[in-house]
Nanobody, 119 residues
Framework: QVQLVESGGGLVQAGGSLRLSCAAS????????MGWFRQAPGKEREFVSA????????YYADNVKGRFTISRDNFKNTVYLQMNNLNPEETAVYFC????????????WGQGTQVTVSS
């Protein structure tokens, strides 16, 4: 069982940046692939980015490539999502997810953190 707690959300102007963090419980963090998803009001949850357990491979949705960067610190049991050049359409609740056998990882979920981008 993995418990995930996101932080770092908030209000930012269009073109601004935020860094989200997701802290995971447990001593076997490195074996879990980690991912970020987001859900805007009235829309389905969508994949944003994912990173393999070792951190050696990263993946991004096409609409965030070049602007978002996922990373992880396996000593701190934390995964990050650096988001640059945000636009108002990216206002959403951002969720952290973990998994071992699914891709993108989606076995365990955090409670989400709100990101609001003002125009």
């Amino acid at each position: 069982q993995v418990q995930l707690v996101e932080s770092g959300g908030g209000l930012v102007q269009a073109g601004g940046s935020l860094r989200l963090s997701c802290a995971a419980s447990g001593r076997t963090f490195i074996i879990y692939h980690m991912g970020w998803f987001r859900q805007a009001p009235g829309k389905e949850r969508e994949f944003v980015s994912a990173i393999t357990g070792s951190g050696g491979n990263t993946y991004y949705a096409d609409n965030v490539k070049g602007r978002f960067t996922i990373s992880r610190d396996n000593f701190k049991n934390t995964v990050y999502l650096q988001m640059n050049n945000l636009n108002p359409e990216e206002t959403a609740v951002y969720f952290c997810a973990a998994g071992r056998d699914s891709w993108p990882p989606n076995a365990y979920w955090g409670q989400g953190t709100q990101v609001t981008v003002s125009s």
